[in-house]
């Protein structure tokens, strides 16, 4: 049975620095704590960043807990470019990581085929990615998709195969850290329809890969002391500040390298986010860049944008804002907020 489920999850638009959570919670986590890491929704749109022994490791398919050797699953939930996929695994390779002795893909995730990425590739009106995410998603909700562990079994990828029931039934005490992709306004449902990814990206999502509700635990929701947004829509609003904002945060993407559009912290969204996904923990990521601006501004829940004088005055607002009116309104989980100043480590 499954033990305990630890969750990473993104309440703004993507790029909150998911990838760095998971990496530093299975780095520093005692060992045996999570037996598993586990992506659960979306595939190749994916782009998390890890600085690792000096290294520089982009991952997009695999989840970041294998960099420190943790069993790594692509879960039922997930679509999968293979082609792809194998550059990932070399990738990883080459800095040293055993992915043959810990990658896992469950056989139920489906394919992404080569007309899944043409399709996508001439698309205009939302600016996905392009990695094929939209059509896969649709042909299998419309039972014309193809699962993995059909077209696997004749390849080398075969070796990755499992099926999660039956690594997780079958015995004691297992614990997983599930890592999120995408963001809360990048959900299919919850998020800015139709400007969102084809896949689910709250913790609900984390329970269609198999796991009962009661083995959920801590939710570490993740965001940045301002929000930024990748794609077709208008986001950011004509100001010189939030275009340095852009520069000394390096807000360009790590799959496609798009400049990302960015925005002040807006309280109404992660507020939403947080009730909504339970969070137990908000870690707010990239206060130093907001220090290197100088500009400490949000919208608060009304919309309204609020200028502050100094870091602490911003920081202490929004702290008051999660422990109390987020709490007050929501479950009232939030036991810890968390601020991070160093770009590699929370
Ligand atoms: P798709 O997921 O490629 O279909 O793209 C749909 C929307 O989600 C586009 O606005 C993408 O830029 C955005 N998106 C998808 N994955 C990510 C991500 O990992 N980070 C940030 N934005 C993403
Ligand atoms: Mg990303």
């Not at 911003?314 to 999660?322: D, N, P």
């Amino acid at each position: 049975m499954i033990e305990n489920v630890d969750v990473v999850i993104d309440l703004q638009s993507g790029d909150t620095g998911k990838g760095k959570v998971a990496y530093s919670l299975t780095k520093n986590t005692p060992r045996g704590e999570y037996d598993y890491c586990l992506r659960f929704n979306g595939g190749g749109n994916a782009g998390h960043t890890i600085y690792h022994n000096g290294n520089k490791i982009v991952t997009h398919q695999i989840p970041v807990g294998i960099i420190n050797g943790i069993p790594s699953i692509i879960g039922p939930g997930c679509v999968v470019n293979l082609f792809k996929l194998e550059k990932e695994i070399n990738e990883l390779k080459s800095f040293g990581i055993p992915v043959d002795d810990l990658l896992l893909i469950d056989k139920r995730a489906h394919v992404v085929t080569g007309d899944h990425l043409t399709e996508d590739g001439r698309d205009t009106l939302i600016g996905t990615t392009r990695q094929g995410i939209g059509p896969a998603y649709r042909d299998k909700y419309s039972r014309n998709g193809i699962r993995v562990g059909v077209v696997a079994e004749l390849t080398e990828f075969s070796k990755y195969i499992t099926d999660v029931y039956e690594l997780w039934y079958g015995k004691k005490g297992i614990g997983i850290l599930a890592e999120g992709a995408q963001g809360f306004s990048l959900d299919i449902d919850w998020g800015d329809y139709p400007f969102v990814t084809a896949s689910h990206c709250t913790v609900g999502s984390v329970l269609l890969n198999g796991i009962a509700p009661q083995a959920l635990n801590n939710i570490f929701g993740v965001i940045k002391a301002y929000e930024t947004y990748v794609g077709a829509k208008d986001f950011e609003p004509d100001d010189p500040e939030l275009k340095k904002l852009r520069e000394l945060g390096q807000e360009f993407g790590a799959t496609t390298g798009r400049p990302r559009q960015c925005n002040w912290l807006n309280l109404q969204t992660v507020k939403q986010a947080a009730q909504i996904n339970g969070a137990t923990h908000i870690i707010i990521n990239k206060m130093d860049i907001l220090e290197e601006v100088g500009v400490y501004k949000l919208y608060d829940e009304k919309g309204t944008l609020r200028n502050f004088k100094t870091s602490r005055g911003f920081m202490e607002y929004v702290e008051r804002f999660l422990y109390d009116d987020v709490n007050l309104t929501g479950t009232g989980l939030i036991e810890q907020v968390i601020w991070s100043r160093s770009p590699h480590e929370i």
